[in-house]
């Protein structure tokens, strides 16, 4: 599961890279742009997602200790 998720939030910030590259500032909102500032949110909001379930399963090994 470690894997899996670090395996996911690099492709996820892989994606705020490439799309922050896309990013034309004169027209933020308009086109390519917008498509870009949505896809960096969600990949934003993927990574916060995958740092929660790995919290968690942290969370659980160390109950299952006690």
Do not use: P
């Not at 990013?23 to 086109?31: C, K, S, T, Y």
């Amino acid at each position: 599961m470690k894997i899996f998720t670090a395996v996911l939030s690099i492709i996820a910030f892989a994606l705020i890279v490439f799309n922050s590259t896309k990013l034309n500032f004169d027209a933020l909102f308009e086109g390519e742009s917008y498509t870009a500032i949505l896809t960096i949110i969600a990949a934003l909001c993927a990574i916060i997602l995958l740092q929660i379930l790995r919290i968690s399963k942290k969370i659980e090994t160390l109950q299952k200790r006690k």
